[in-house]
């Protein structure tokens, strides 16, 4: 690797963050006005789909002949298990993201918690954005805080430093959940690793934004106590959301331990 690929490859958890962000404000610009309707957020996700395909191109053909050592990082689909395994395990990880920030919150300051409740109409609007959440925002984000960043470097204990460097990033990029987008940062970044596939992570990220999506429809049907503070964001799920979680990632760690 010469001199130039060297000082880029430090540059690239700063340049794939900042490209990250690019593509989201041209996304977000079609939502920007006072009454974004499903015209909107159609082209919301189109532009998303444009800013996937790129980033695709830019990790399958570009850096790998940049940087050789992403070549350990295979972007070949996974076994379905390994999806269906993951994406049961999400909600135990929502559900401890949650606790852990607010106990971590609530060692400074008091936490002052108010029921969850859902109008149909705010209901109405997060089903219309869970598209983008669920099923388009989760490679994008995992490509650029994730694939970008930390396959250029070789090294086990640089991969896991980018990975806390990108992890903070991520927080920031989501302002008011910084601490849970930083916890679940880091646990994509050390899957990905781990793993050696991005779609590991992509389909925990995906599950983690598909269980809150449910959640919202849970406290909407009013089936259950839910509570919340919106500074930093924190949604408690009531008893039987925990026990679900815990059943839904027995069956999907059984899943994955047997098949491997």
Known sequence: MNQAARFLRLLMPILSAAYDIAIIYV??????????????????WLITLAGI????????????????????????????????????????????????????????HTVELEPLTYTTDELRKDLLSSVHAVLLAPILEELCFRQMAISPFRRRRVQIVVCVVMALLFGV????????????????????IWSGSIWCSVALHAGRNLTATLLAVYSWLQLGDMRMTEIPVIILPD??????????AIVGGYL???KR
């Not at 977000?28 to 909107?40: I, V």
């Not at 990029?173 to 990905?192: D, I, K, T």
């Open 53 to 108: 395909t790129l980033s695709l191109y830019l990790v399958h053909r570009v850096e790998p002949k940049v940087f050789p050592s992403a070549r350990d990082f295979s972007l070949k689909l996974p076994p379905m298990y390994v999806f269906v395994g993951l994406l049961l395990i999400a909600p135990l990880w929502l559900v401890t993201e949650e606790y852990l920030v607010y106990g971590i919150t609530s060692l400074f």
């Open 173 to 192: 990029l989501h302002v008011r959940n910084f601490p849970g987008a930083f916890f679940s940062a880091m646990v994509y970044g050390m899957v990905f």
């Open 239 to 248: 008893i039987k959301v925990v026990i679900v979680s815990l059943l839904l």
């Open 256 to 258: 994955l331990i047997k």
């Open 27 to 44: 996304t977000a610009l079609p939502l920007s006005g006072d009454y974004p309707g499903f015209g909107c957020e159609l082209l919301t």
